[in-house]
């Protein structure tokens, strides 16, 4: 059974890849997620990374287990952004993938709760506390 950690990862995984996990856009364009090996997109202070900042990993597992801590910190508290496991869905998106920065932030959050809903088969909306995807298995 996936866990609600790994269902988030994976709908991650599949808005970053453009979608489906594909090299290229239907346009040709190369999928940055895809290219570095970094399923979620994460910038990493300290690691190897692309010319606007995003990690390069040596392969698809390495960039899952990041993509994996670093939602694992998120879901428990354990991040310097003071998301935890009473924070909602949405919160951690405004983080994760920030309006600032371009990013589509409450569609990309209404994606990742409607996926992680059909996965672990329970209620999840942009308003559901982490906790809520983190207890379920």
Do not use: C
């Amino acid at each position: 059974m996936v866990s609600g950690l790994e269902a988030t990862a994976d709908a991650i995984m599949w808005f970053e890849g453009a979608p489906g996990w594909k090299p290229f856009t239907a346009t040709g364009t190369p999928v940055r997620s895809y290219t570095n090996r970094n399923p979620g997109n994460l910038r990493l202070e300290g690691r190897t990374a692309d010319g606007r900042g995003y990690t390069i990993f040596p392969d698809l597992p390495t960039g899952y287990a990041a993509l994996l801590r670093e939602l694992q910190s998120k879901f428990t508290g354990a991040n310097s952004h003071g998301i935890g496991p009473g924070s909602t869905l949405l919160a951690l998106f405004n983080i994760y993938a920030p309006p600032s920065d371009g990013n589509p932030t409450n569609a990309y959050a209404e994606f990742v709760a409607e996926w992680v809903a059909n996965v672990i088969g329970k209620p999840i909306t942009v308003n559901s506390p982490l906790s809520d995807i983190w207890t379920a298995s």
